[in-house]
T-cell receptor, first 111, second 111 residues
Framework: GQQVMQIPQYQHVQEGEDFTTYCNSS?????IQWYKQRPGGHPVFLIQ?????EVKKQKRLTFQFGEAKKNSSLHITATQTTDVGTYFC???????????FGKGTTLSVSS | EPEVTQTPSHQVTQMGQEVILRCVPI?????FYWYRQILGQKVEFLVS????????KSEIFDDQFSVERPDGSNFTLKIRSTKLEDSAMYFC?????????FGPGTRLTVT
């Protein structure tokens, strides 16, 4: 089946540094979603990418979907302590309903 | 802003007991889901529900689990005879336009 790997699993940065997490799929994805889960919290939808080569921005967050629709990335510029949490790239199952989460990238930020 | 709500926030039960976890999805959403997250692990899909019936379920969702939408607002997950390994955070989610909105979760502890 489809495997989506996300790296790194953990990342620690100093406040103000940039951060990037990468997802790679063994097969072409119809779309990919990104979720954030704060420590002790629940997953929160960030964005969905559908088109090949798509780039979307949300303030300091930039999301990209690769040309081949097999990889995606999330880049955070000038991290803040509020960015702490686990970021998941999430695909949908074959039926297009259930979300399939990986292990995500856990970001910690020190001030 | 509308939110998915879940009760209770924490449930402690003895092995072999039945538990019912409750969720109130966002009112105009039509697709509902249950996920679980064992401490320190990834979020796992359990079941999806649409039009008053299960549309999909994972291998985890065995005969011990059932879901119900007893009225127009509640969506429940029942575990018939809990096992130690059922200890986890259980998240309810409802979906609109491809985005899934997660509730705050119920932490189930089986002793």
């Amino acid at each position: 089946g489809q495997q989506v790997m996300q790296i790194p699993q953990y990342q620690h940065v100093q406040e103000g540094e940039d951060f990037t997490t990468y997802c790679n799929s063994s097969t072409t994805l119809s779309n990919i979603q990104w979720y954030k889960q704060r420590p002790g919290g629940h997953p929160v939808f960030l964005i969905q990418l559908v088109k090949s080569g798509e780039v979307k921005k949300q303030k300091r967050l930039t999301f990209q979907f690769g040309e081949a629709k097999k990889n995606s990335s999330l880049h955070i510029t000038a991290t803040q302590t509020t960015d702490v949490g686990t970021y998941f790239c999430v695909r949908k199952n074959q039926a297009g309903t259930a979300l399939i989460f990986g292990k995500g990238t856990t970001l910690s930020v020190s001030s | 802003e509308p939110e998915v709500t879940q009760t209770p926030s924490h449930q402690v039960t003895q092995m072999g007991q039945e538990v019912i976890l409750r969720c109130v999805p966002i009112s105009n959403h039509l697709y509902f889901y249950w996920y679980r997250q064992i401490l320190g692990q990834k979020v796992e899909f359990l079941v999806s529900f649409y039009n008053n019936e299960i549309s999909e379920k994972s291998e985890i969702f065995d005969d011990q689990f059932s879901v119900e939408r007893p009225d127009g607002s509640n969506f429940t997950l029942k575990i018939r005879s809990t096992k130690l390994e059922d200890s986890a955070m259980y998240f309810c989610a409802s979906e609109y336009a491809g985005e899934q909105y997660f509730g705050p979760g119920t932490r189930l502890t089986v002793t």
